[in-house]
């Protein structure tokens, strides 16, 4: 299957900090990504849409300021989490689509905030 | 939201036997799908079944699927304890459209 790659894989952060997350998709493009968030021991939750030269579309709920995403070209999406606060800890993984139903996972960002 | 229901939430087997979870979903959907996902890693895609598809098989993993009761199964025979994971169900509306999450069902395997 296709392969998307994130980094980084883990990261800590003081209180207040901003952390940027990247995904990549290394043999395909990816035309949409999607980035899902996942706190212990719970599913994962969709936070947005994100189609390449166009603003991401946020699930309800998630603050569009606070976790910025750009989706510059085909193969890369960012994930900035501003001011980042210790309720943000969690496990962020973002999936691409290219042509067909599967979708390909990166293998998630963990990120600490103390 | 989430759209799916794994049934049950927590399940421990010997090795050696083989272990069903389900899962039911609300809304039509284009396809179904299975991942696997062990403790604080990313998710493997398990096995994809399409709405006009009944049952599917890969390896010692098979799929139902009955779209009339919103419901799926997945089945893994002759389990062993590298099978021990989490297993989620996601489901699609159509391509490009985002996987809906189930609550997940976490599987033990004792050796």
Known sequence: GAVVSQHPSWVICKSGTSVKIECRSLDFQATTMFWYRQFPKQSLMLMATSNEGSKATYEQGVEKDKFLINHASLTLSTLTVTSAHPEDSSFYICSGTGQGYEQYFGPGTRLTVT | ?111
């Open chain 2, 1 to 111: 939201s989430q759209q799916g229901e794994e049934d049950p939430q927590a399940l421990s087997i010997q090795e050696g036997e083989n272990a069903t979870m389900n899962c039911s979903y609300k809304t039509s959907i284009n396809n179904l799908q299975w991942y696997r996902q062990n403790s604080g890693r990313g998710l493997v895609h398990l096995i994809l079944i399409r709405s006009n598809e009944r049952e599917k098989h890969s390896g010692r993993l098979r799929v139902t699927l009955d779209t009339s009761k919103k419901s799926s199964s997945l089945l893994i025979t002759a389990s062993r304890a590298a099978d021990t994971a989490s297993y989620f169900c996601a489901t699609a509306n159509s391509g490009n459209t985002p996987l809906v999450f189930g609550k997940g069902t976490r599987l033990s395997v004792i050796a």
